[in-house]
């Protein structure tokens, strides 16, 4: 399988601990991005990288989420100090630099934090 | 900055056609994409235009004009599986999303 895989698929953490994600994007695509989506809302836009760089990062994220690419293949997505608002399905979508180029998402890792 | 408005809901009866409009502003431009997403599933890529006009891809169409910051996305023949959230997106070097279209096929 060729596809963006992620890891863990599952979380369940308790308030206050920290959590990391994984993401393997498609071989080739220098492209890696970041969402976050919760219950009937569309994929929320948290950061991107082109190959080890982070190209942008949202105003809404907090000081709790870093996300690293360190040798722009796979990257980390970690959030500390986790809390009740943090539960969401984390995204990683990769894609080709350039316009028009698709964007392909992995299965998403499901967090909740109880 | 960027705002992305579709419907919220709409309900179509199997075999029907469908069109889900979507409206834009943005600071930049490069395509605007729609994706399909089954409820707990990752959204899937279904169609994007850069240029304005129709692209047609088997019993799906997206449309695009530009000028007026305007998109739809037109599903024909309507099957229960097409039942799922439609979301349309717009790239710039990153892309953004709507909220979702959540369309129900009802027999």
């Known amino acids: 399988d060729t596809g963006v895989s992620q890891n863990p698929r599952h979380k369940i953490t308790k308030r206050g601990q920290n959590v990391t994600f994984r993401c393997d994007p498609i071989s080739e695509h220098n492209r890696l991005y970041w969402y976050r989506q919760t219950l009937g809302q569309g994929p929320e836009f948290l950061t991107y990288?082109?190959?080890?760089?982070?190209?942008?990062k949202s105003r809404l994220l907090s000081d709790r989420f870093s996300a690293e690419r360190p040798k722009g293949s796979f990257s980390t997505l970690e959030i500390q100090r986790t809390e009740q608002g943090d539960s969401a399905m984390y995204l990683c979508a990769s894609s080709f630099q350039g316009s028009g180029n698709t964007i392909y998402f992995g299965e998403g890792s499901w967090l909740t934090v109880v | 900055g960027q705002n992305i408005d579709q419907p919220t809901e709409m309900t179509a009866t199997e075999g029907a056609i469908v069109q889900i409009n979507c409206t834009y502003q943005?600071?930049?431009?490069?395509?605007l994409f729609w994706y399909q997403q089954h409820a707990g599933e990752a959204p899937t890529f279904l169609s994007y235009?850069?240029?304005?006009g129709l692209e047609e891809k088997g019993r799906f169409s997206s449309f695009l004009s530009r000028s007026k910051g305007y998109s739809y996305l037109l599903l024909k023949e309507l099957q229960m599986k097409d039942s799922a959230s439609y979301l349309c997106?717009?790239?710039?070097?990153?892309?953004?999303f709507g909220a979702g279209t959540r369309l129900t096929v009802k027999p």
């Open positions: 943005t600071s930049g431009f490069n395509g």
């Open positions: 997106a717009v790239r710039r070097n990153d892309m953004r």
């Open positions: 990288f082109q190959n080890e760089a982070q190209l942008e």
């Open positions: 235009n850069v240029l304005d």
